[in-house]
Structures are given as structure tokens and as C-alpha cells.
């Protein structure tokens, strides 16, 4: 385990973007499969490979590579020294990056399952507030735990792991009436 480890560090501290992006990928993926298994139980014959797929890769190359030079530009601009500066990141964070970042997720996802225009606004105005709401029940903790406590490296693998739980939410959220589910016994 600890060979793992020293290659993540080594890996991570080489290329920090790519690794940091594929980390988002496969932690986006197991929160879509936690939903379709856990929330809304399907078994494995329903479950919808390509919806995890489309989670991975909405991880790889949007949520990773986003947050993670996100982090870097308040490192840059505010430092990690202080109780102020952890502080000064979180009202930045979930003041202006969550709204926007929710707003773009949500478009993303609702492109990916084929909706057009119309369908991404509805589905904007039906969920957006509900999920932005939801999101300053978790985040502000979390997002001050991790600017405070931990090093700027592993900023995103923090919130990816605890994303886990957020991106079943959003998962079961964007997807609860994409395609009905019949539970079979």
C-alpha cells in the first residue's frame, strides 16, 4: 500500500492537473453508481453504464481540471496561512464558484442526456435552487475544513472523496425523471 501511495505523490506532484482530473473522473463515476445501486436500486442488468461513463468523464474534464485550478488561483491570490485566508477562500468558493459551477454541471449533464435548450432552462429553473440550497448544507464546512487543514495538492482529492456522496445526489437529482424506473422484484 504504501508503494501506491508514494506513486500517487510522485504522479501527483508531476502532474497535478492530470492526476487530479482523473481522480474527479472515477469519484464521479462511483457517485453515479452509488445512486443507481443504493438510491434508486436497480439491478445490474438495469443499470446505465453509459450515464456512469458520462459522470466520468464530466469529472475528468470539467470537474477535476476546474477545481483544481481553482485552488490554485486562491493559493495564488489569498495564500493558506491563516484562519482568514481559509475563510476569504470559502465565501469565494461558495459565493461565486458554486453558483456558476452548479449552474454549468447541471447544463453539462442535461446536454448529455440529450435535452435541448428549453429542457436544460426547465430543468435549471426546477432544480437549480433546491441543489444550490442543498450545497450550502454540506460545502461551507467542508470547503473551510479543507482550505484551513490540508495542503493545496490534496485540496481536490478532499472534495472529490467527500463529492462522492454529493455526486449521488446529483446524480439521483438530474437523472429521477430521465427514464422511469420500474423496481422489479
Known amino acids: ?3 501506491i501511495l508514494k506513486l500517487y505523490k510522485r504522479l501527483l506532484a508531476k502532474f497535478p ?3 487530479q482530473s482523473a481522480q474527479a473522473g472515477i469519484l464521479m463515476g462511483t ?3 452509488i445512486a443507481q445501486n443504493f438510491v434508486e436500486q436497480r439491478k445490474f442488468k438495469d443499470l446505465d453504464f453509459n450515464r ?3 459522470f466520468v468523464c464530466i469529472g475528468s474534464f470539467l470537474a477535476g481540471p476546474t477545481t483544481s485550478i481553482w485552488y490554485r488561483i486562491l493559493e495564488r491570490n489569498i495564500g493558506s496561512k491563516s484562519s482568514t485566508a481559509a475563510l476569504k477562500k470559502v465565501l ?3 459565493g461565486c464558484f458554486a453558483p456558476f459551477f452548479i449552474t454549468v454541471l447541471l447544463t453539462v449533464i442535461g446536454k448529455l442526456q440529450g435535452k435541448d435548450f428549453e429542457g436544460i432552462k426547465r430543468k435549471l429553473k426546477s432544480d437549480y ?6 450545497n450550502y448544507k454540506l460545502w461551507p464546512m467542508v470547503q473551510l475544513a479543507n482550505f484551513y487543514f490540508i495542503r493545496l495538492e490534496y485540496q481536490v482529492l478532499v472534495v472529490q472523496s467527500v463529492a462522492i456522496f ?3 445526489y446529483i446524480s ?3 437523472n429521477r425523471d430521465v427514464q422511469p424506473h420500474n423496481k422489479s422484484t
Open 52 to 54: 456512469s461513463s458520462q
Open 92 to 94: 469565494l468558493d461558495q
Open 1 to 3: 500500500m504504501s508503494g
Open 17 to 19: 492537473l492530470y492526476v
Open 172 to 174: 439521483y437529482r438530474t
Open 166 to 168: 454529493w455526486n449521488t
Open 31 to 33: 457517485g453515479d453508481q
Open 129 to 134: 435552487f433546491d441543489i444550490l440550497f442543498n
